[in-house]
């Protein structure tokens, strides 16, 4: 049972367009992280959400908390090739902050 | 770069040997966990080391084992090799074991068991 289910699992748009990658869950997290993860290299972090309805910006990235802390978004604007990536959530589960919960990703290609 | 370093990058065993990788966390950091990235996957969480003492276990086999030396670096091994441990391993340092402490992930051990 995946525990954090991530959507769409593939993403394939053009240069300029638009897009947005949810993170659903059953569970409630006392925080979510979001990362970028390219080929050959390890996950990067891009933010950190642990309020409720939180919302942070990233440059053209805009995350989003739910209000119950059981699910997230990521739109990106303008999309550019360089966004191009697998975007990884991850989450700690609230009452069990030792163990970090992955979704499996959401592969984003970004043709110029 | 994330200051954190995994060797080698790329490994090929066959089935029933016994492997070691390695980690030198960003410096500072007293923390290192272990993930395991199938093709196609999230990360798994593999185990967590904290001042040389294991902080918590993910879903793995006991033949899976880890140190952590004094300098914070450390080692993955795993013994008995299966084709499906064929995976990207990862290692992330971080200040602390808070749940607020930010990872920094290597590049990853490329690992093919044939």
């Known amino acids: 049972t995946q525990l954090l289910e991530q959507s769409p699992q593939f993403l394939s748009i053009q240069e300029g367009e638009n897009l947005t990658v949810y993170c659903n869950s059953s569970?409630?997290?006392?925080?979510l992280q979001w990362y970028r993860q390219e080929p050959g290299e390890g996950p990067v972090l891009l933010v950190t959400?642990?309020?409720g309805g939180e919302v942070k910006k990233l440059k053209r990235l805009t995350f989003q908390f739910g209000d119950a802390r059981k699910d997230s978004s990521l739109h990106i604007t303008a999309a550019q090739p360089g966004d191009t990536g697998l975007y990884l959530c991850a989450g700690f589960i609230a009452g069990n902050n030792r163990k970090l919960i992955w979704g499996l990703g959401t592969s984003l290609a970004v043709n110029p | 770069e994330t200051g954190v370093t995994q060797s080698p990058t790329h490994l090929i065993k066959t089935r029933g040997q016994q492997v070691t990788l390695r980690c030198s966390s960003q410096?500072?950091?007293?923390?290192v966990s272990w993930y395991q990235q199938a093709l196609g996957q999230g990360p798994q969480f593999i185990f967590q080391y904290y001042r040389e003492e294991e902080n918590g276990r993910g879903n793995f086999p006991p033949r899976f084992s880890g140190l952590q030396f004094p300098n914070y670096s450390s080692e993955l091994n795993v013994n008995a090799l299966e084709l499906d441990d064929s995976a990207l391993y990862l290692c992330a340092s971080s200040l602390g074991r808070s749940t607020n402490e930010k990872l920094f992930f290597g590049s990853g051990t490329q690992l093919s068991v044939l």
């Open positions: 410096s500072g950091h007293n923390t």
């Open positions: 569970s409630v997290f006392s925080s």
């Open positions: 959400v642990v309020t």
